[in-house]
């Protein structure tokens, strides 16, 4: 079965800090793709980063970077110098044959 | 704005009903994705179409339906509704890259 997990139900970080969001996740297959979405308040889906499995390397997107390690089917989002406008809920996907798999979601604050 | 277009926002209605929800896809995008977002929780993934064709199916119940018409504007059916079935309802459409998704701002629908 193919699943996204998202450990972490809730976080928080002070303005203009670091945090970093987790996300692993279950497949067979060697070539699929990776994606941070945030979706505010207003409840509409943003696409936040994405990543090319086969790729190396990590995708950077401004303040978003991943830390993506394939064999451990581990894709984490770290958002540097966090602002109040990043408070939202973050949902970690997985892509592969045509069918998208949401995680739980985290939903982040960021205070002043 | 997303340039996908989902109506109607919010539509209210009594259980044992049937609805109907509309999505226009983004300009020259063939595939259209339909996803059900329960209360705090993440997206499930329904179904797929594209260009006319059903593509991948995910836990779509069988009281839902859906179909992608010859314009590429895609309609998902909603029968026999339960209070269980009120969520968010969201579109996507995804052209080229089919991995990139582009979200329209969903439909409420609350089931009294």
């Known amino acids: 079965a193919q699943t996204v997990t998202q450990s972490q139900p809730e976080m928080s970080v002070q303005e203009a800090e670091t945090v970093t969001l987790s996300c692993t996740y279950d497949?067979?297959?060697?070539?699929?793709?990776l994606f941070w979405y945030k979706q505010p308040p207003s409840r509409q889906m943003i696409l936040v980063i994405r990543q090319e499995a086969y790729k190396q390397q990590n995708a950077t997107e401004n303040r978003f970077s991943v830390n993506f390690q394939k064999a451990a089917k581990s894709f984490s989002l770290k958002i540097s110098d966090s602002q109040l406008g990043d408070t939202a809920m973050y949902f970690c996907?997985?892509?592969?044959?045509?069918?998208?798999?949401f995680g739980s979601g985290t939903k982040l604050n960021v205070k002043p | 704005d997303s340039g996908v277009t989902q109506t109607p926002k919010h539509l209210i209605t009594a259980t044992g009903q049937r609805v109907t929800l509309r999505c226009s896809p983004r300009s020259g995008d063939l595939s259209v994705y339909w996803y059900q977002q329960s209360l705090d929780q993440g997206l499930q993934f329904l179904i797929q179409?594209?260009?006319?064709?059903?593509?991948a199916k995910g836990n779509i119940l069988e009281r839902f339906s859906a179909q992608q018409f010859p314009d590429l504007h895609s309609e998902l059916n909603l029968s026999s509704l339960e209070l269980g079935d009120s969520a968010l309802y969201f579109c996507a459409s995804s052209g080229r890259a089919r991995d990139i998704q582009y979200f329209g701002a969903g439909t409420r629908l609350s089931v009294l």
């Open positions: 497949t067979s297959e060697s070539n699929y793709y």
């Open positions: 179409y594209y260009n006319g064709e059903e593509r």
């Open positions: 996907a997985h892509y592969n044959f045509n069918k998208f798999y």
